[in-house]
């Protein structure tokens, strides 16, 4: 059995891309692991532009989101990252082992650069070049490594930093001796849910209006009948031709459980309205449940802070165990 960890940025709503490519595998892996860790990396969410003033607010919303999809307290640890401090503090070390040329080759790097720099946010002309927007991976490796992780659920655009993590991991290893597993990533269909108006970018909380997970009803019927569709009429999976439908048809055969093909079928025949119709539908009942358990949570505020520090005292624990064999491996004690 493996040990995982897995983190979302709490950079604003959750949306479907999220969970289908990140929270819906820690519901199956949290109840056949040997540890299962769920943070909201709070950290990195300060890397690009963010508002101080709600920002607590959004940290708690993503607590409520994991606990209302299905993060079980009793089988995994819920945390905000910057509740066990020994995240950032071996980041740091990993920053003295990490060049800078493996840094900015990276893909998600350059886009998030871009992003900040064409953003039409005022705010966004101080995070350009900063040093945390481009050090962002070496933490994401220190947020795994420091629980000895070896399994990470994420979405396919997180590979090329698990490979990172994996390299900083190996490079300190043969520095200073054996510590740090070989981290493997569990990546599933499901993992690059594309954007409604773009779909060749992925669904993303900045910059993009994807279906978020506490979307009303209304909204959610108004965000697919906007969707963008492709030339032809036909309801058809094919990414090459028709990346938007394939798009859709990939959130109604995850949501409803129906395989593609049968859902093609289906909508043989049928217009591209009817199909987003029934669509819209299907994402509004996945979500009824989620959001009806979400309002329970946001009642129980005080239930809520206990889980977390409950869960932050067991994860710093376990992060103090590794940070004592780093650093008598570094002449650090
Ligand atoms: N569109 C997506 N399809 C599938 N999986 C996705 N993930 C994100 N978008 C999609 C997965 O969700 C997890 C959390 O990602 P994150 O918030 O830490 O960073 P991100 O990938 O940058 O997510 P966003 O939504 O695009 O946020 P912003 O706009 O703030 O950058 C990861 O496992 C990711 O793979």
Redesign the pocket.
């Known amino acids: 059995m493996a040990k995982i960890f ?4 709490p ?2 709503k959750l ?1 479907l ?2 969970y ?3 929270i819906k595998n820690w519901l199956e892996l949290q109840n056949d692991s040997e540890q299962a860790i769920f943070a909201v ?1 709070d950290y ?1 969410g300060i890397t ?1 532009p963010y508002d101080s003033t709600t920002y607590k607010q959004q940290v708690n919303d993503v607590v409520l989101d994991y606990l209302a999809a299905g993060i079980d307290p009793d089988k995994s640890l819920l945390i905000r990252q910057s509740k066990v401090p020994q995240h950032t503090e071996l980041a740091w070390i990993f920053n003295t082992i990490t060049p800078i040329g493996w840094l900015d080759r990276l893909p ?1 790097y350059r886009e ?1 650069l871009d992003q900040v720099e064409h953003s039409s946010d005022i705010s966004a002309k101080s995070y350009q070049n900063n040093l945390a927007l481009l050090a962002y991976p070496v933490l994401m490796a220190a947020d795994i490594l420091l629980y000895k992780s070896s399994l990470v ?6 590979k090329q930093h698990i490979d990172l993590t994996n390299e900083i991991g190996s490079k300190f290893n043969h520095l200073f001796g054996e510590v740090f597993p070989n981290v493997k990533t569990h990546i599933v269909q ?5 954007s409604l108006q773009d779909p060749t970018k ?7 209006d ?1 279906i978020a997970l506490s979307d009303e009803p209304d909204v959610i019927r108004a965000k697919i009948k906007k969707a963008v569709t492709d030339s032809g009429k036909e309801v058809k999976y094919d990414e090459k031709e028709k990346p938007a439908i394939s798009n859709l048809l990939t959130i109604y055969h995850l949501l409803s459980g129906k395989e593609v093909n049968a859902i093609e079928k289906e909508y043989g025949g049928k217009s591209y309205v009817e199909f987003k119709n029934d669509l819209a539908e299907v994402v509004v009942s996945f979500l009824k449940p989620f959001q009806e358990k979400k309002k329970e949570f946001e009642n129980n505020p005080k239930g809520i802070m206990k889980i977390l520090e409950v869960s932050e005292e067991k994860a710093r624990k376990l992060a103090d165990n590794t940070l004592v064999e780093i650093k008598d491996k570094m002449g650090l004690l």
């Open positions: 897995s983190g979302i940025r950079s604003g949306h891309g999220n289908l490519g990140a990396v990195h690009t998600n998030k659920p994420v979405g396919d655009d997180q499901g993992a690059r849910i594309m992925k669904m993303s909380k900045t910059g993009d994807g």
